[in-house]
């Protein structure tokens, strides 16, 4: 069963900067998987931010573009998301979810990062920009 667990949230001021990691575990062996990030704002839909193939392909949303970065350590089995220039806007619940890889037609970056891809979600990590 997998379990996915996020930390590094907090509250920064605007321009500041914080690096979310998400630690995976109870990955099917010899099975390799996609994972994204996502956030979800107060009375707002959940979006899509960030996505990594299990061959390292990156994608991320136009919003966050420049100043978000999506990265992972296969031997930790371990996703972060390193956010710089940080925005009041933000501020968010950001979530990891995961998926085997075996199940996309497609790379993410074509595929578009869409929740609705995944099956394995986090508990969530608060971010807040002020």
């Known amino acids: 069963h997998v379990q996915l667990v996020e930390s590094g949230g907090g509250s920064v001021q605007a321009g500041g900067s914080l690096r979310l990691s998400c630690a995976a575990s109870?990955?099917?062996?010899?099975?390799?998987?996609?994972m994204g990030w996502f956030r979800q704002a107060p009375g707002a839909e959940r979006e899509g931010v960030a996505g990594?193939?299990?061959?390292?392909?990156?994608s991320h949303a136009d919003s966050v573009q420049g100043r978000f970065t999506i990265s992972k350590d296969d031997a930790k089995n371990t996703l972060y998301l390193q956010m710089d220039n940080l925005k009041p806007e933000d501020t968010a619940m950001y979530y990891c979810?995961?998926?085997?890889?075996?199940?996309?037609?497609?790379?993410?970056?074509?595929?578009?990062?869409?929740?609705?891809?995944?099956?394995?979600w986090g508990q969530g990590t608060q971010v807040t920009v002020s």
């Open positions: 990594i193939d299990s061959d390292g392909t990156i």
């Open positions: 979810a995961a998926e085997p890889s075996a199940r996309f037609p497609a790379p993410l970056e074509v595929l578009g990062i869409m929740d609705d891809l995944f099956t394995f």
């Open positions: 109870g990955y099917r062996y010899n099975s390799s998987y996609s």
